[in-house]
């Protein structure tokens, strides 16, 4: 097999000279590939080598280690929340893995051609004709289907169905409290137990002391005295202990629910912009609300009954053999056709709860939606659309239950009937046998007190099948968060970044959502304390720009550098703590006035909070409010007008004294009045710091020290305000468009005075 031609780029890794060293003589580097994470997905330089030689192929890692290739292997790439894997597999297991980022996602997929055309030449297949005709996906460069516009490996999806396997995931969770679930196992043993000596004392009262008593003989109150005694007991320590196992799993149950529900938020709060973007806020919402609700109903009753129902049923088997083995064999025929008819339901059950959790997330997301945005839905009278919209999702979550009651009611019942059936089954046998004088009267009574126990436990058994659907279904909608990685990892081994000065470096930076490129060769250098304004019209590229700059989103290529640090090597936690973000639409959260202003900072003294506010220009209006600083915000400040609200979010931006600052769009949704307060504050926020301000009112941004006009996600220019209309270029022309006036419909043309030139829509 012929060497692919290995990047300069490659030989320049920092890991080559590693990797080359587990390269022998007499081999050649077919194929090399950058991996830029380790196995906790943290970022890493890493490097993968195919070699080939007289002792065949292998792949090395510059860690030194290595996998002999074979026929029949196969690397296969899989993409989840915008991370992806490289397996090495065979038909037996998974090999191998290494993860990525998808800017490694074009050199991993020439080495999969690669190991393909060294699988084909092992086997003795033509190598495929190269085809200058052939489309090819933008974003991996694999080949597409015939007749197809989606790439296979882009726009792969996993439907992964619900399996009770799953429930035992919950061990990770379980595992701290095991010293009190082994506590709680032996006190359930206990009282299953104590249940069971009931049944067997009924023997000798039938037959040696009732029996004897029809016959004339007189009855001995000790003995009776005794076996009553007995019973009372058996009930009194079966009692006891059912209330402490009860008490114990059910702490323990609430304990590790609670568990799941803060692990389950932590990790949503780690996920990058891009996992919500695609997510609705009710059916997050519903995972971490009911879902462990049912978890935690489902650990606390219905397994600590599945447990006892197990136990009951081997220790009550292992009774009735022990007391008579043919009668005993009599119990148990319906026993198969009940475990045939689980299996039967079981996948019907599961594969329905989990789509009533889908269209109840779709019934909770209405309503997330509709009440916070309640104002708008009055504004423009909309209230019987969001009822309709309701109704629609309320009667799709009633269509979905009746089809799965449909199923549950036919399989109640049944299991009924062949519990009746297995008891007639008994009488019959036992009858038959006391005719023939095998068994005595005693031995059938106690027989049928440990089948009333057996099939109540049977019958408890099928029905907690339904419930542990339940609980599977809503198991797999958690782990769905907690398996989900952020495409926003960070880096195995940190640089230190406690001060910066601001110094921004954009190199080569491309950018892709999907298949589409949203930012392209991008270079830009920021000066410390320098004041940038991003303009271009709408779809431009500015606030994915910004996005990727506050590393909400990492670069495709290219990188950024802050004081001459790439950003993927710095914890994101830590960089974050140096940008100050103010938006068009400032969130408030409920609180009082101080805490929303201290958000970033939650230990800012009284004194720190005032100074900000009055840097904002915000100390005059929360003073006229009722308490002050003290004073609630309603949901989202929903008690404060929109330029009070940007006002606080800017003396929340003034106390944690950032270094880089980023204005999106600060005061395009208010007034003129208020547009002169805020700014005043800006002037102020914007003292010393580097700073990235967007804005479509051109005029906000004159004193910007460069203006960065971008078009279709690149820079077009780059200067200040009066060198770039002397220029008469992009910039020019949004601004005569905005000085002007001009409304126009996109794609409409209008003259300017000048008749080589005209002016464009203003984004």
């Known amino acids: 097999m012929q060497p692919l031609p290995i990047s300069d780029t490659l030989r320049q890794h920092p890991a080559w000279g590693s990797a080359q060293a587990h390269v022998q003589p007499?081999?050649?580097?077919?194929?090399?590939?950058?991996?830029?994470?380790?196995?906790?997905?943290?970022?890493?330089?890493?490097?993968?080598?195919?070699?080939?030689?007289?002792?065949g192929a292998r792949l090395v890692h510059q860690g030194g280690q290595q996998w002999p290739l074979r026929p029949g292997q196969r690397l296969q790439m899989h993409d989840q929340g915008g991370l992806g894997t490289l397996e090495l597999v065979d038909d037996q297991q998974r090999l191998a893995h290494w993860p990525f980022t998808l800017a490694e996602q074009l050199g991993l997929q020439r080495l999969c051609e690669a190991f393909e055309r060294l699988q084909d030449e092992w086997a003795?297949?033509?190598?495929?004709?190269?085809?200058?005709?052939?489309?090819?996906?933008p974003t991996c460069q694999a080949p597409l289907p015939p007749e197809s516009e989606e790439c296979p490996t882009c726009h792969r999806e996993l439907h992964t169905p619900p399996s009770t396997w799953v429930l035992l995931r919950l061990w990770r969770f379980a595992k701290p409290y095991q010293g009190q679930l082994l506590l709680g196992f032996l006190l359930m043993l206990g009282a299953t137990g104590a249940t069971l000596v009931a049944p067997y004392l009924t023997m000798p009262l039938m037959d040696d002391v009732l029996i004897p008593f029809q016959n004339g003989q007189p009855i001995d109150t000790g003995h009776v005295a005794l076996l009553l005694s007995g019973l009372f007991g058996a009930a009194l320590v079966s009692w006891a202990l059912g209330w402490a196992k009860t008490y114990i799993l059910a702490l323990i149950s609430e304990r590790i629910a609670a568990d799941l529900r803060t692990a389950t938020f932590d990790h949503l709060l780690g996920l990058s912009l891009e996992y919500f973007g695609n997510k609705r806020t009710g059916d997050l919402m519903?995972?971490?609300?009911?879902?462990?609700?049912?978890?935690?109903?489902?650990l606390s009753l219905h397994a600590l009954d599945f447990i006892t129902d197990v136990l009951m049923l081997a220790m009550t088997a292992v009774i009735l053999f022990s007391i008579h083995p043919g009668l005993?064999?009599?119990?148990?025929?319906?026993?198969?056709?009940?475990?045939?008819?689980?299996?039967?339901?079981?996948?019907?059950?599961?594969?329905?709860?989990?789509?009533?959790?889908r269209v109840w997330g779709e019934v909770t997301s209405v309503l997330a939606d509709t009440i916070p945005g309640i104002r708008v839905v009055k504004a423009f009278a909309q209230e019987k659309r969001e009822a309709n919209r309701f109704k629609e999702a309320n009667a799709n979550n009633l269509a979905v239950n009746d089809k799965l009651n449909k199923t549950w009611s036919l399989f109640g019942p049944t299991v009924g009937l062949m519990t009746e059936i297995g008891l007639l089954v008994v009488w019959v046998t036992g009858i038959w046998l006391i005719s023939h004088q095998s068994i005595t009267v005693g031995v059938l009574t106690a027989f049928l007190a440990y089948i009333g126990r057996f099939y109540g436990r049977l019958d408890s058994m099928s029905r907690i099948v339904s419930v542990t659907q339940k609980a599977a279904a809503g198991a797999k909608r958690i782990f769905d968060i907690l398996d989900h990685v952020s495409n926003v990892p960070d880096p195995a081994q940190p640089v230190p970044f406690d001060q910066a000065k601001g110094a921004l470096s954009l190199q080569g930076v491309h950018f892709r959502y999907g298949s589409r490129a949203v930012i392209k060769r991008l270079d830009l250098d920021i000066r410390p304390g320098e004041m940038i304004g991003l303009v271009g019209h709408s779809g431009s590229g500015k606030s994915t720009l910004v996005n990727l700059i506050c590393r909400f989103y990492d670069v495709t290529e290219g990188s950024i550098r802050i004081d001459g640090v790439d950003l993927r090597r710095i914890k994101v936690a830590d960089y974050r703590r140096h940008i100050g973000l103010v938006l068009q639409e400032p969130f408030l959260f409920f609180g009082t006035i101080a805490e929303n202003i201290a958000y970033g900072k939650p230990g800012a003294t009284r004194e720190e909070i005032v100074a900000a506010a009055r840097a904002a220009h915000a100390h005059e209006f929360i003073l006229r409010l009722p308490h002050g600083y003290d004073s609630l915000v309603g949901e989202r400040g929903q008690g404060l007008s929109g330029g009070e609200r940007q006002r606080i979010s800017i003396a929340r931006a003034l106390l944690i004294?950032?270094?880089l600052l980023i204005l999106d769009e600060a005061t395009s949704a208010v007034d003129t009045e208020t547009?002169?307060?805020?700014?005043?504050?800006?002037?102020?926020?914007?003292k010393g710091r580097t700073t990235i301000a967007i804005a479509h009112r051109l005029s906000t941004l004159r004193k910007a020290d460069r203006l960065v006009v971008m078009d279709r996600g690149e820079i077009v220019e780059v200067g200040p305000h009066d060198e770039l209309i002397e220029a008469q270029g992009h910039y020019w022309r949004l601004w005569e468009a905005q000085v002007r006036r001009v409304d126009q419909e996109e794609g409409e043309i209008v003259m300017t005075p000048n008749p080589n030139q005209h002016v464009e829509a203003a984004a």
């Open 26 to 55: 007499d081999e050649n580097v077919v194929a090399a590939a950058s991996v830029d994470l380790d196995s906790q997905r943290r970022f890493q330089a890493g490097l993968l080598l195919m070699v080939q030689g007289p002792r």
């Open 124 to 137: 003795g297949r033509p190598a495929p004709a190269a085809s200058d005709d052939a489309e090819h996906c």
């Open 286 to 298: 519903a995972r971490i609300g009911s879902e462990t609700d049912r978890i935690s109903v489902f």
């Open 328 to 357: 005993a064999l009599a119990t148990l025929v319906p026993l198969p056709f009940i475990a045939w008819l689980i299996h039967l339901v079981r996948d019907r059950l599961r594969t329905g709860f989990e789509k009533i959790d």
């Open 657 to 659: 004294d950032p270094a």
């Open 675 to 686: 547009e002169k307060e805020i700014q005043k504050a800006l002037d102020n926020l914007v």
